[in-house]
């Protein structure tokens, strides 16, 4: 079955600091990869995907993802972390056969400190 | 011009009653979704309806019915509400998975749902 680890429940980084949240999937074939954050109180906005192609991906807000097949990896990383990028990041993984169905990871959840 | 909307944004009741949200969506795709999220922030999708067709119906209560009027509402009742369904629910849609099969999901903003 398909799965998505995100082995950092909470991250704490400092404002203008890099950043680094780890993705891992389970999935025989090429997945479909997501990014989405959820800020407190509301809903999941897309940050950035990976369908085929180049394997780094740009997002919105400054984010970027690396899709490494041999890792079966697909890490968000930002540069400098501004305080407003506090929020719940989920990575997320589809089928391309399972209409548009999405299975989550648990989440990690990002605290910015001044 | 939001673009997928629920309603309400909250709601508390009690136990045993039956309730329901509403979705809409104006970006003219065909797929809608629903997911939960329980209190651990955990995302599961429940169901999925393509052009008003249930594609995706995952293992739920049957207390829980999804009703698609158009393919721009997806509306989700729940009967005898118990505490464990407290949770955030979010409504979702994306262009055909039928025909497309690297859409994207937007998402609404979620309802959260308190049973007491």
């Known amino acids: 079955a398909q799965s998505v680890t995100q082995p950092d429940i909470h991250i704490t980084v400092s404002e203008g600091a890099s950043l680094e949240l780890r993705c891992n999937y389970s999935?025989?074939?090429?997945?479909?990869l997501f990014w989405y954050v959820q800020s407190p109180g509301q809903g999941l906005q897309l940050l950035l995907k990976y369908f085929s192609g180049d394997t780094l991906v740009q997002g919105i807000k400054g984010f970027e993802a690396e899709f490494k097949r041999s890792q079966s990896s697909f890490n968000l990383r930002k540069p400098s972390v501004h305080w407003s990028d506090a929020a719940e990041y989920f990575c997320a993984v589809s089928e391309n056969n399972q209409g548009g169905k999405l299975i989550f990871g648990q989440g990690t959840e990002l605290s910015v400190k001044p | 011009d939001t673009a997928v909307s629920q309603t309400p944004k909250y709601l508390v009741t009690q136990m045993g009653n039956d309730k329901s949200i509403k979705c809409e969506q104006n970006l003219g795709h065909d797929t809608m979704y629903w997911y939960k999220q329980d209190s651990k922030k955990f995302l599961k999708i429940m169901f999925s309806y393509n052009n008003k067709e249930l594609i995706i119906n995952e293992t739920v209560p049957n207390r829980f019915s999804p009703k698609s009027p158009d393919k721009a509402h997806l509306n989700l009742h729940i009967n005898s509400l118990e505490l464990g369904d407290s949770a955030v629910y979010f409504c979702?849609?994306?262009?055909?998975?039928?025909?497309?099969?690297?859409?994207?999901?937007?998402f609404g903003q979620g309802t959260r749902l308190t049973v007491v």
């Open positions: 999935y025989g074939a090429t997945p479909y």
């Open positions: 979702a849609s994306s262009q055909d998975t039928r025909r497309l099969t690297n859409t994207e999901a937007f």
